[in-house]
């Protein structure tokens, strides 16, 4: 038995290897770049582990991280997603209705939010073991959102759940390279070879704006609807200016040329190969659909050329191993197999020989939000809704009297600013709208101190006519407990981004490709039906801070005060006023002083006559001797202060 | 009000009057004012000044005591007492031996063999051998042993002992028909038969026994799963004295060592009493070759049996992970004769590579539980294969190294080396599975080394029926449970003397209700531990010796513990000054003064007087 059993598993496991080994754990890399209209590049990483269902698979992977899997396993996790954030999308310029945008654009800080599977009364205790996990994995602050004063439980604004979803969000929260470590330790490969190795991290941090999210999707609980196993995906957005050699060239038109870049200039290092544990591994550049009619407008260009010239004015130093078109609109993808650029290393670079303007399509509404009033007592929260260019290309002109478009808005606040909820007013394009006519559904739940924060959920009908739409809303500011003031009091208290959701508007793109969409988890991120979803600004507001100092300034002068009475007190129980007069008297008539004496024999010889013997027998206080010393010794002081400190 | 000395005479002393001129003043009756007078200087300002004085000083301690940071009392005396007496007197078993000789004939005194006599010997061997044993588990300084002989011509019992006798006589024909059948039912029959008695014993404490049979064959002596050994052959008297007594301390006072448990070895136990085993493989560079394992297998087939039987030492849980690009971080050198790397035991501390080792702690172990790493090692083809040298020269069998408390690491080289180096795809080659049978055996010796069992039960002539697995004895067990509550004891004693000492000499840090609570609950644990373990109950004083530990950490580890910083002595002392010198500055200068000038008047006085009497 002793020899039959090891040889047994030996077999066993050979047996079972292949099926076992990578069979269901995948992992596939992939990167999104993408010229912006405002000379900068976005480049989107995208990594995707993947685990079949325990039940089937086991508990021990080879490729899934295990710290994801026991989380997930841990508390009960349905979906989670973390975000850490710096720097602030900027939707008019970079786009606001296309996947990226509507999914990895984040609010600055960290935002989580997580569906549990577990029993309603369990959701609160599991949501702040979760947050004192995530803050250990992750390195950051994230255990500050365990408290009820720092999240929410939205209803149906921010997604439509059976109350078991948890929502917090962290603005001031710094995102730097410590954060980024973790998260590279869940991949496989780490940064040690495939596209990841390509993350130079000052490269990134010099950006303008850079978001690493990891959404976490499991069936491990029996939920519906759901690919069974466990989805891991993390994203890194970064939008970057590359460096430009020819910024001074421009055009007669006054248009600039956009700056040529390369994955090199970008991030230093070229892609060396590929993490030989990914299933694909592939690079793509996309020209938005604007930018390639506009492309399209240049002509044909007949001059000669080193690199691959794909469209007229654009130009890419490799040549792509597929072009994929959308099928909607006219953007186009370029695809390229890292796996087969495996012994040189590749470096997808754009160089452009005209200048080309173009804008991204953008949400149908701008979405801001800034406060009014002013003081410490009390102002107002408005969220404005622009209407954008591109909401005429999305909705179609011949219907835009006619259609209604649904906004839904979601917005927490913490308990010191008191929103009062029956204040909301809504302004179409200036004008005041009886509010039930625009507001669809609104649900509120008010804050309470030291509790819970105060949330809105709102959800309009605006006419697609609307051009501007704005919410306002107003608020008392409360006072806080001294104990309370986070550090840094003055600078004044980041409110959350409010979520502002199109449900009408899907963002999606569908690229049509030989096998590409099938096998690239990327491009089936894109075709999902997820609707179009743009963050606000974070709100600074200006509280009533206290001088932190005045406790111990109270004590301190209260103190002195009490002593100043106790010693004067003292001072009059004790004293001899008769006699002290007596020995006064004594002593001006025992001595004069001598500087007096001297003067008065001058100005005696002067006038000349006998000096007459001074009336009074007290000395000018001025003149005495002593003050003289003084007066010498403190201009000593101060010369010998200034030359040796001054 | 202004009244400035006593007066001469009674109509000068209303206080309410204005002030006195001089030519008033007694002082100033006198022909020469500055070195006498008249009249006795008035002590009313004085003792004003000396009352706000004393006032002062005495009510310094009051408000000090008005400011003082609450701290909840707690039992230092106690808690030192008892640290002390864990430190200097370690804990114990209780054990009761019996030693059943069947079959012998004759003796020293007559037809009985001499069972008086021989509990003697067995016990002075049993001193002699236990004499260098270690400091902490062990038995009771005051054993006996029960001496219970029985042959065709009778049972006897020596009266030496206080203990009865589990044996019943006449069960020798019935156990030399039992010895035809294997050790395994003869131990159960054993136990089935000293069992039944077992639990009567007035204290609690349990016998363990060894019967010795005399019979023409080889040698054999087994050690069962309970409390009981038994040896067969043909010894004589002194042989089988110093077989018994050898067993009695080995196995059942020693936990099967030679030296017994010393102090300062640990069990890689949590003070949950969880260990999570985690086991890593590390292919140290991908691009060279990917090695896999399933491990679902292993666990099921070899960890699982392990586990449930040291389920009564701890709770474990496994689980295993495959990482990739960790290269070892100390360097090795070719040598031409192995034809290998060669990495020395010097290089072991630098071995593991903990930037690139993301072996990390677990999610699922919270709290206190201990985290046990094993690591396979996968050399890239650049140091393939890579073996470990011994400080001897010789090249590790195992090629392999723990580190106790922390785990251990096996380095296994691919069967062959130059297989591949060049850069393949995934896909275009499968994922290689490692000899489990060689790998799993180096794991599992190291996870048994891991928990302090080194010993090699097949060089022993002893045959040991636990010998697959090891802590599936029940003397055994018994051992390293007692072991444990030892050591945690001892923890508890040093975290709770140090707390003590810390807290005694910040006077003034806070100490909350519920750190006395928890300091309160621990020591309860701590004295229940203790007197459960003196009375034999090992389960319950190991799970409240690890209940005292943890309320010990938790305790020590109070956050609360930090707001000694916000209201230090400096602080208190800040606040408190702009009052406390302005005043104290005032009333203690008015005191001087008064008291100088008093004295200067009485001289006055006292000089006038002198002068009046002379003239």
Redesign the interface.
């Known amino acids: 038995m002793g020899i039959i059993q090891p040889v047994l598993i030996v077999a066993l496991v050979v047996l079972g290897c292949f099926n076992l080994c990578y069979g269901g754990e995948e992992f596939s890399e992939e990167l999104l770049l993408r010229p912006l209209p405002d000379r900068k590049v976005l480049a989107h990483f995208h990594f995707e582990s993947t685990t079949p269902p325990t039940k089937d698979y086991g508990h021990h992977h080879h490729l899934f991280p295990k710290a994801i899997y026991q989380l997930v396993h841990k508390f009960r996790i349905r979906e989670l997603e973390l975000s850490f954030t710096q720097g602030r999308w900027n939707y008019e310029r970079w786009g606001g209705s296309d996947p990226i945008s509507s999914s990895n654009a984040k609010p600055p800080g960290v935002e989580l939010w997580a569906i549990f599977d577990v029993p309603l009364d369990q959701v609160d205790a599991t949501w702040k073991n979760l947050t004192h996990t995530l803050s250990g994995l992750f390195c950051a602050s994230i255990n500050f959102l365990d408290s009820t004063t720092a999240y929410s439980s939205p209803a149906w604004a921010f997604q439509q759940s059976s109350g078991s979803i948890r929502y917090g969000a962290l603005p001031r929260e710094a995102v730097c390279t410590e954060n980024l470590t973790p998260w590279l330790k869940l991949l496989p490969c780490r940064d040690k070879s495939g596209l990841a190795s390509i993350l130079d991290r000052p490269a990134i941090y010099r950006g303008f704006y850079h978001s690493q999210r990891l959404r976490i999707t499991s069936n491990e609980f029996g939920s519906e609807g759901i690919e069974p196993g466990i989805d891991l995906e993390q994203t890194l957005t970064i939008v970057v200016q590359p460096d430009d050699q020819r910024t001074s060239t421009s055009y007669s038109s006054g248009k600039m040329l956009q700056p040529d870049w390369s994955i090199r200039s970008i991030f230093g290092r070229k892609i060396s190969g590929t993490c030989v544990l990914a299933r694909s591994s592939s690079v793509f550049l996309e020209l938005e659909s604007t930018l390639v009619s506009e492309l399209n407008k240049v002509g044909v260009d007949n001059a000669a050329s080193d690199g691959e010239q794909v469209y007229p004015g654009v130009e890419l130093s490799v040549a792509p191993d597929q072009v994929i078109k959308e099928r909607k609109s006219s953007s186009v993808l370029f695809e390229f197999s890292v796996k087969k650029h495996d012994y040189k290393p590749l470096d997808i670079g754009v160089k452009w020989k005209y200048p080309i303007v173009w804008s991204c399509v953008q949400a149908p509404f701008q979405a801001n939000r800034f406060l009014m009033g002013s003081g410490n007592e009390r102002g107002s929260i408005a969220i404005s809704l622009r209407a954008t260019n591109h909401q005429r290309i999305i909705v179609g002109d011949e219907f835009r009297d006619n259609c209604e478009m649904r906004v839904v808005i979601f917005q927490v606040v913490p308990w010191y600013v008191k929103i009062y909820f029956h204040t909301v007013q809504v302004f179409l394009d200036g004008r005041l709208e009886h509010t039930p006519a625009v507001i669809e559904i609104i649900q509120v739940s008010p804050s309470e101190d030291r509790v819970s924060p105060g949330v809105m959920e709102i959800a309009l009908r605006l006419p697609c006519s609307t051009v501007s739409a704005v919410i306002t809303v107003n608020f008392d500011k409360g006072f806080l407990h001294i104990d309370e003031y986070p550090p840094d009091a003055n600078q004044g208290y980041d409110i959350p981004s409010a979520v502002v959701r199109f449900p009408d508007i899907q963002a999606s793109t569908y690229y049509l490709g030989e096998n590409s969409s099938q096998n690239s988890p990327i491009l089936s991120k894109f075709q999902e039906n997820n609707p179009v979803l743009s963050y606000t600004e974070v709100l600074l507001v200006p509280l009533a801070t206290p001088d932190f100092s005045m406790p111990y300034n109270v004590i301190t002068i209260t103190c002195t005060v009490f002593a100043l009475y106790f010693g004067s007190l003292l001072n009059v129980l004790r004293r001899r006023v008769g006699e002290e007069e007596r020995l006064l008297k004594q002593k001006a008539a025992g001595k004069t002083a001598l500087l007096p004496l001297i003067l008065s024999k001058l100005s005696s010889k002067l006038r000349g006559r006998s000096r007459e013997p001074s009336e009074s027998p007290s000395p000018s206080p001025l003149l005495s001797n002593k003050l003289i010393m003084k007066v010498i010794l403190l201009a000593g002081l101060a010369v010998a202060w200034h030359f040796y400190f001054g | 009000m202004?009244e400035?000395d006593e007066p001469p005479q009674p109509t000068t002393t209303d206080p309410h009057q204005t002030?006195?001129?001089?030519l008033q003043?007694g002082v100033i009756a006198d022909p020469n004012p500055d070195n006498t007078r008249s009249s006795k200087p008035g002590i009313k300002?004085l003792i004003?000044?000396s009352t706000?004085l004393f006032s002062f000083i005495l009510g310094l301690p009051f408000l000090l005591k008005s400011i003082e940071i609450y701290r909840s009392p707690l039992p230092f005396r106690d808690i030192e007492l008892l640290g002390d007496r864990f430190e200097s007197s370690p804990r114990r078993l209780p054990c009761k031996f019996q030693a059943v000789f069947l079959g012998f004939e004759g003796g020293s005194s007559g037809g009985f063999f001499d069972v008086e006599k021989l509990g003697f010997v067995i016990l002075d061997e049993m001193r002699e051998l236990s004499r260098n044993n270690g400091k902490c588990g062990g038995c009771d300084l005051n054993y006996t042993v029960s001496v219970t002989a029985e042959s065709e011509a009778g049972c006897v019992t020596n009266q030496g002992s206080s203990m009865p006798s589990l044996w019943q006589c006449g069960s020798f024909s019935e156990l030399d028909d039992r010895l035809k059948e294997d050790d395994e039912s003869v131990d159960e029959w054993l136990d089935s038969m000293l069992g039944k008695y077992n639990g009567d014993l007035a204290d609690g404490g349990k016998m363990y026994t060894v019967v010795v049979m005399s019979r023409d064959e080889e040698a054999r002596i087994v050690v069962g799963k309970h409390r009981h050994a038994w040896i067969r052959g043909n010894f004589g008297e002194k042989d089988a004295v110093d077989k018994v007594a050898n067993i009695f301390v080995k196995y059942f006072m020693n936990g099967g060592k030679e030296d017994g448990l010393v102090k300062g070895e640990f069990m890689p136990v949590g003070a949950d009493g969880r260990i999570v085993l985690s086991f890593s493989l590390l292919n140290a560079d991908?691009?060279h070759w990917?090695y896999?394992?399933?491990?679902?297998?292993?666990?099921e087939?070899?960890l699982f049996p392990i586990i449930k039987v040291l389920a009564s030492v701890a709770n474990i849980s496994v689980?295993?992970?495959?990482l990739?690009?960790t290269p070892k971080s100390s360097f090795s050198y070719w040598d031409e004769k192995l034809s290998s790397f060669i990495f020395s035991t010097k290089d072991l501390p630098f071995f593991v590579n903990s930037n690139e080792w993301?072996l990390?702690t677990?999610?699922?172990a919270g709290g206190r539980s201990k985290v046990l790493q094993f690591v396979v090692y996968i050399p890239s083809a650049e140091e393939c294969p890579l073996l470990l040298q011994l400080p001897n020269g010789e090249i590790s069998s195992t090629n392999g190294f723990i580190s106790p408390m922390w785990g251990g690491v096996v380095v296994w080289n691919p069967s062959d080396c130059e297989k591949i180096f060049t850069?393949t795809?995934?896909?275009d080659r499968?994922?290689e599975?490692l000899?489990?049978?060689m790998m799993?055996w180096i794991a599992i010796s190291q996870l048994r080394q891991n928990f302090d069992d080194s010993s090699e039960p097949s060089l022993s002539p002893i045959l040991l029926l636990q010998s697959t697995v090891r802590f599936s004895a029940r003397w055994e067990l018994i051992a390293r449970s007692f072991h444990e509550t030892w050591q945690n004891l001892m923890f508890w004693g040093t975290i709770q003397i140090s707390s003590s000492k810390l807290k005694q000499s910040r006077g003034r840090g806070l100490i909350i209700g519920k750190i006395r609570h928890q300091v309160m609950l621990s020591l309860q644990a701590a004295n229940l531990a203790e007197n459960n373990a003196s009375l034999g109950i090992y389960e319950a004083s190991t799970v409240s010796s690890r209940q005292a530990r943890a309320l010990a950490e938790d305790a020590f580890f109070h956050p609360s513990i930090m707001s000694i910083s916000y209201y230090s002595f400096e602080h208190c002392f800040?606040?408190?000054?702009?009052?406390?010198?302005?005043?104290l500055?005032?009333?203690v200068l008015?005191a001087v003064k008064?008291w100088k000038r008093y004295k200067k008047e009485q001289a006055k006085y006292l000089a006038g007087k002198s002068k009046a009497k002379a003239e």
């Open positions: 202004a400035i002030p006195q001129t001089p003043s300002r004003m000044i706000v991908p691009q990917i896999n394992w399933n491990f679902e297998r292993i666990e087939v070899k689980e295993s992970q495959v990739y690009h993301h990390d677990s999610i699922a850069v795809l995934i896909s499968k994922a599975i000899d489990i049978e799993e800040a606040i408190y000054t702009p009052f406390f010198l302005p005043v500055l005032h009333v008015a008064e």
